[in-house]
C-alpha cells in the first residue's frame, strides 16, 4: 500500500473569504515540507491560481518540485480564477459552470502553472465539484490523475453558485482508483467506515482527531485491499488561526503531533508515500 498526502494548497481564509485575497498561509509550508521530507513523504501541493501567480509562492513550489521532493498539481477555485464572468456568485463548484467558464477558466490555472512552476498532471476541483467534463480536459491538456471524489459523500445540498444546483452527488462512487478514461485515473478521498459505529471517517485531520482514527481508516483500506490512501489537509490547516479546525498556536502544534504520528505509522507499516502522479506510473 501507498500513501498520497495531498495538500490544498489555496489561498488565506477560504472558509468565509472577503475583501482581497491574500496567501500568507502558503508561507508556512516549509515546516510541513521538511516533516514530509523527513519520514520520505512527497507530498501533492494540489495549486490554486492565486497562488501560483506570486512570484515567491511559485518560485518555493517549483524549488521543491525541481528537486524531486515535491509535486505541484492544479486546483481549481472558479472564484479566483479569471475570467471572471458577471452572472458567477458565490463560491462555485467548477461543476456548475458553463462548459465556456469551464474550460477557459481550467485553461488559465493550467497555463499558469506550466509557465510558473512546471506542467501539471495532478488536479483536484474545488470544494469537490468534479464531472465528466473535467475529465475530459485533464484528457486533453495531459493530466494523468484526479483526486477529487469523495465516496459516500453528496455535495447536492451544498450551496455553491448563487442561484446553482449544488455540487456533485459521490455516494455511489467506488473507494479504490479507477480510470476516468484513457489517459486519466480517478485516486479517490479515503473516506471509509470504521469502528463499532461504522461511521465513515476521512483520512484527514480535524479538531477532534486522534492517532488511532487515522490508523483505523488505514487499517480498514487495507482490509479493503486498496492500493493506496489518500491522505488530504488544506495549506491553511497548516498555520495557526488559519482555518476553524486550528484556531491558534495550541491547535496546530496537535496538528503537526498527528501528522508526524502518521507518517511513523506508516513508516513502521511500511506504506510508502508517494504523489499522485507518482502512482499512476506505478499501476
Avoid at 243 to 268: G, H, M
Wanted: hydrophobic share 40%.
Amino acid at each position: 500500500m501507498k500513501i498520497i498526502v495531498t495538500v490544498d494548497t489555496e489561498a488565506d481564509n477560504q472558509w468565509n473569504p472577503s475583501g482581497a485575497v491574500t496567501i500568507e498561509n502558503v508561507f508556512s509550508l516549509p515546516r510541513f515540507q521538511t516533516l514530509c521530507e523527513t519520514y520520505k513523504i512527497i507530498p501533492t501541493y494540489l495549486t490554486t491560481y492565486e497562488v501560483a501567480a506570486d512570484s515567491r509562492a511559485a518560485e518555493m513550489l517549483k524549488e521543491w518540485s525541481d528537486r524531486g521532493t515535491a509535486e505541484i498539481g492544479a486546483h481549481l477555485h472558479p472564484w479566483t480564477t479569471p475570467p471572471f464572468y458577471e452572472n458567477e456568485k458565490g463560491q462555485s463548484f467548477p461543476s456548475e459552470l458553463s462548459d465556456e467558464s469551464l474550460r477557459t477558466k481550467f485553461v488559465s490555472l493550467t497555463n499558469l502553472l506550466t509557465e510558473k512552476i512546471g506542467k501539471p498532471t495532478s488536479y483536484r476541483a474545488g470544494r469537490w465539484g468534479f464531472d465528466a467534463r473535467q475529465a475530459s480536459l485533464l484528457a486533453e491538456f495531459g493530466y494523468v490523475a484526479d483526486s477529487s471524489v469523495t465516496p459516500g459523500i453528496s455535495w447536492v445540498e451544498t450551496v455553491g453558485l448563487v442561484g446553482g444546483k449544488g455540487g456533485p452527488d459521490f455516494i455511489n462512487e467506488d473507494i479504490a482508483p479507477y480510470k476516468l478514461n484513457d489517459q486519466v485515473f480517478e485516486i479517490p478521498m479515503t473516506i471509509l467506515k470504521t469502528g463499532l459505529l461504522r461511521r465513515r471517517n476521512w483520512l484527514r485531520i480535524f479538531s477532534n482527531t486522534t492517532p488511532s482514527k487515522l490508523q483505523a481508516v488505514i487499517s480498514a483500506a487495507k482490509k479493503r485491499k486498496l492500493p493506496a490512501v489518500v491522505f488530504m489537509i488544506h495549506s491553511s490547516e497548516l498555520v495557526a488561526g488559519g482555518s476553524p479546525y486550528v484556531k491558534d498556536a495550541t491547535a496546530l502544534e496537535a496538528v503537526y503531533a498527528r501528522l508526524e504520528e502518521l507518517f511513523i505509522f506508516c513508516a513502521k507499516e511500511k506504506i510508502e508515500g508517494v504523489s499522485l502522479s507518482q502512482f499512476v506510473k506505478s499501476i
